[in-house]
């Protein structure tokens, strides 16, 4: 059964505003600029967070002196090479 150019052109548009209010539903936007910059906001904390995950290490509070937290984030290069954390 072939569709006629109209209807297959309908079916195109719906499917395209289908998709449209998924985007609004799921992103709160439809626009796709807003979309990417929002996409590459993302990317750059991503790397930021490995960044930070790469340069400082966590380490027992028991090993530095420091009042009410539990855990502290050290630069890397202020460890000695042996260590073991």
Same mark, same amino acid.
């Given at each position: 059964?072939?569709?006629?150019?109209?209807?297959?052109?309908? $079916?195109? &548009?719906?499917?395209?505003?289908?998709?449209?209010?998924?985007? @609004?539903?799921?992103?709160? +936007? $439809?626009? &796709?600029?807003?979309?990417?910059?929002?996409?590459?906001?993302?990317?750059?904390?991503?790397?930021?967070?490995? $960044?930070?995950? @790469? #340069?400082?290490?966590?380490?027992?509070?028991?090993? &530095?002196?420091?009042? +009410? &937290? $539990?855990?502290?984030?050290?630069?890397?290069?202020?460890?000695?090479? #042996? +260590? #073991?954390?």
């Amino acid at each position: 059964m072939d569709q006629t150019l109209e209807e297959q052109l309908e $079916s195109q &548009i719906v499917a395209l505003y289908k998709e449209k209010e998924e985007l @609004e539903l799921e992103l709160g +936007s $439809s626009d &796709i600029d807003t979309i990417i910059h929002e996409f590459q906001n993302l990317q750059k904390e991503l790397t930021y967070l490995y $960044s930070f995950k @790469e #340069n400082y290490r966590k380490v027992d509070t028991n090993r &530095i002196q420091i009042e +009410s &937290i $539990s855990k502290a984030y050290i630069p890397n290069h202020r460890f000695h090479k #042996n +260590s #073991n954390q």
